[in-house]
Structures are given as structure tokens and as C-alpha cells.
């Protein structure tokens, strides 16, 4: 059974293995696949139409599926691989040992934003960005340039106390659990992260940036803590509901599973930590 | 990119500067400026830090926004940054996004145009495409 860690506690040994094996589904082709699917998503997902991976109730789901089918990919490169998942209220520097060389690098230079150590730095030859919305094919990044703060874990709190999980209209401006999380209303705390970041990580083809996965599998976690602490609310909307994923309909692109199925993260994967119930929240 | 457009026959895009008043924007503009409420909805032709970005309304813009959303989102102005095209999206409540600032919302379109300038650093749009392929 595949156990996500926190970044911050993996060896030497994990983290060379995690980069060697997202290095090679680089060079392969595979990785693109998931920038190219991603952006598509991004630009066709809209508040008054058709919308599935973002600004909707199954922005949750769809992109723990996301995640579980790179993570796959990874494990076909290197089995002992599994996708950490980056704390960003507790790290939440510049200086944190997530970005140093041996792991994702560091933010980018001044002159043009430009990612310039570890080992998807332009200038090691290994990770040109080809999915590409301007003309640069180097990774950048300006960690906290664009926005001051990370989201604070009193803000996640917050966020993880609100018992219901979605509210009509389904878009970015409801209320309830899962637009808080994402960031279009309230403190912001998923969207925050991105821009937070900056470079590739705050357009649409945010997957160039390695941290996307670590990010979106703190987010598929906090989400799995949610659900421990309201054990009685569940998935919105049920059925009926148009241009957005109900709880048993299909979510494209895969058109075989529905959030119904991705309820349950325990069926794929475990956390190093457990989100408990936590009986002091009721 | 250098073909004279309907538009610019018709004369429609000065005129509507000189209707806005920022006819004189033409110069660098600063990135705090704040005249955009005005043209929240207009047409807009200006050169900032170097580039030019020009905004055609929804109305103007012959619908040939039909197939990016798949959603019959034939409202939206279409933003050009020296000739190309930046994919925008109107959120419910009425801000802005751009494909290269996607998280971050703006309160209309030439602040969100001004901020792809800044975050392109003199780079040129790619063309974007619609609905990649699976993963």
C-alpha cells in the first residue's frame, strides 16, 4: 500500500528516488500528458457552463483521480515511489528544505524568473517545459513575490470547520467547504499557494512546476481531514444537478469514475499521518 | 499580425479612446493605475512596458470565442498582447482570469492584462489550445 509523506521527513534516499522518477516521465513524454490535460481543463472550466476539475464541487475528486493516476505512472518508473505532500502551513519559506537542490531547487533569478539549481533547473538539461501558454521553456518560480503569507494553519481551521462540503451554485462563488479550500472566496487557501509560488505554478499549466503534485496532495489530505472531522456530511450535490458532477455521474476525462468512488482515500493510499475524528471537534 | 482589421478601418478603436479619455495612455503606464473601472467594459489600446495590449469588447469581438469554453461563453472581450490572444474567464462574481495568472483574480480586464505583461517579462503568448489530450 502506497503511504504519502509529509516532504519535509523524507531521506536523501526518497527524495533522489522521487526526482529520478518524475525526471523520467519527463523524458518519456508522459509527464507532459498531464500538463497538456490539466491545462485543458483549466481553460474549458467555466462558472456558468460545463465544469469538472476546477471551480466546482468535484475540483476534489477529480484532481485526487489526477494525482492517483500520475502517482501510478511514477511507480511504474520506480515502485517504491509515492507522492509527498507539502505542508505549506508549516513550511512556509523560501528556506525550507523543499526547496534546496538536492529535492525541487530554489526560486528563480531576479533578471527573469528563472529556476537556477536542482534538478529540474533549465540548465540541467532534463526538464525542458514544452506545455507552454508564452515562449519560455525554462521552469521559473518567485516564491512569495506575488503574494506575501502562505495560508496559516488557523486559517486551514477555518477552512476545516465549515460542515457543509458544497453550496449551490457549484462555482467559485459558493459558500461551504470546498470553494474555501480551493481560494475563490474567504481566506484563500489553495489558490493562495499557487500564486504564492509563481512562475509556471500560477498559470494554467501549473503541472510544469514538480511542487503542483505536492501541493494538490495537501490539499487531497486536508480534504480527507474534513471528512474525519464531519463524519455526517458527504459529497454536494447528489443528482440532478447541470454542468456540474453529481455524486455518481462520470468525471471526464476518464468517463469510468465518479466521486462516489473517490470518496474513500484509504482504497488507494494511506498518510503517514491519519486524519483522526477528532471527538473535541463535535 | 500586421493586416488592418475591421475594426481599425472603422476608426472604432480611437474613437472609443478618445470617448474613454485615455487617448494619452499610450505611454508607459503605472502598474497601480487605476483608470481601468473605466474601461471595465470597453475597448482599449495601449502600449504598456512596451507592450501593446489591446481589448475589443464581447460586442465588437464577432463571437469568435464559441469554442474555448464549450459553455456558449460568447460574452467575453478578447485581450490581445501585441497581436496574440491571452485566453481570459469572467468568474460569477464578476472579477478576472487570464491563463498565465490563473489563481489570482483581477477586477477587470486591462488589470488583468497589465499583469500578464508583467508576468510575460517581454515573453510572446503561445497560441492556446483547446481541450488537450488525456493523461
Redesign the interface.
Given at each position: 500500500m502506497t503511504v504519502r509523506k509529509n516532504q519535509a521527513s523524507l531521506t536523501s534516499e526518497e527524495k533522489r528516488a522521487f526526482t529520478n522518477a518524475v525526471l523520467e516521465l519527463k523524458r518519456t513524454g508522459v509527464y507532459d500528458?498531464?500538463v497538456?490535460?490539466h491545462?485543458?481543463?483549466?481553460?474549458?472550466d467555466?462558472?456558468?457552463?460545463?465544469r469538472v476539475g476546477h471551480?466546482s464541487p468535484s475540483f476534489l475528486p477529480w484532481h485526487r483521480r489526477?494525482l492517483l493516476?500520475?502517482e501510478a505512472e511514477l511507480q511504474k518508473a520506480d515502485a517504491s515511489v509515492a507522492l509527498p505532500y507539502w505542508d505549506w502551513t508549516a513550511d512556509r519559506t523560501s528556506r525550507s528544505s523543499l526547496w534546496a537542490a538536492d529535492f525541487l531547487g530554489g526560486t528563480g533569478r531576479a533578471r527573469?524568473?528563472q529556476v537556477m539549481d536542482g534538478p529540474f533547473a533549465y540548465s540541467a538539461g532534463k526538464f525542458p517545459v514544452n506545455?507552454?501558454?508564452?515562449?519560455?521553456a525554462y521552469l521559473r518560480r518567485s516564491l512569495g513575490a506575488?503574494?506575501a503569507e502562505l495560508p496559516t494553519k488557523a486559517e486551514v481551521d477555518a477552512v476545516l470547520a465549515m460542515p457543509v462540503y458544497d453550496m449551490a451554485?457549484w462555482?467559485?462563488?459558493s459558500n461551504g467547504f470546498r470553494n474555501h479550500l480551493e481560494?475563490?472566496r474567504g481566506a484563500n487557501l489553495?489558490?493562495?499557494v499557487?500564486?504564492w509560488v509563481g512562475g509556471q505554478m500560477?498559470?494554467?499549466v501549473?503541472p510544469n512546476d514538480p511542487v503542483f503534485w505536492m501541493h494538490h496532495a495537501f490539499v487531497d489530505k486536508l480534504w480527507a481531514e474534513w471528512q474525519a472531522r464531519h463524519p455526517q456530511s458527504t459529497y454536494l450535490p447528489a443528482a440532478g444537478t447541470s454542468?456540474v458532477v453529481d455524486l455518481n455521474d462520470t468525471m471526464r476525462?476518464?468517463n469510468d469514475v465518479t466521486p462516489a468512488d473517490m470518496l474513500d482515500h484509504r482504497k488507494f493510499y494511506t498518510f503517514d499521518t491519519e486524519p483522526a475524528a477528532a471527538a473535541s471537534q463535535r | 499580425m500586421n493586416k488592418i482589421t475591421r475594426r481599425q478601418a472603422m476608426g472604432t478603436t480611437a474613437g472609443a479612446l478618445a470617448a474613454l479619455g485615455i487617448a494619452g495612455a499610450t505611454a508607459h503606464a503605472a502598474a497601480t493605475d487605476s483608470r481601468a473601472a473605466a474601461t471595465r467594459s470597453g475597448t482599449v489600446d495601449e502600449v504598456y512596458q512596451g507592450r501593446r495590449i489591446r481589448i475589443t469588447p464581447a460586442s465588437a469581438s464577432g463571437g469568435h470565442h464559441g469554442g474555448h469554453h464549450g459553455g456558449g461563453h460568447s460574452g467575453l472581450p478578447t485581450v490581445r498582447i501585441d497581436g496574440r490572444e491571452l485566453h481570459v474567464m469572467r468568474n460569477a462574481d464578476g472579477t478576472w482570469i487570464s491563463v498565465v495568472n490563473h489563481y489570482e483574480t483581477f477586477a477587470d480586464p486591462l488589470s488583468l492584462a497589465r499583469a500578464a505583461v508583467r508576468e510575460l517579462q517581454g515573453a510572446v503568448l503561445a497560441p492556446f489550445s483547446p481541450m488537450g489530450g488525456t493523461a
Open positions: 500528458r498531464f497538456t490535460t491545462n485543458g481543463f483549466i481553460m474549458s467555466t462558472d456558468s457552463g460545463d471551480r489526477f493516476e500520475f527573469d524568473g506545455v507552454r501558454v508564452d515562449g519560455r506575488s503574494v451554485p462555482n467559485s462563488a481560494g475563490w489553495h489558490n493562495r499557487h500564486v500560477a498559470t494554467g501549473s454542468n476525462p476518464w | -
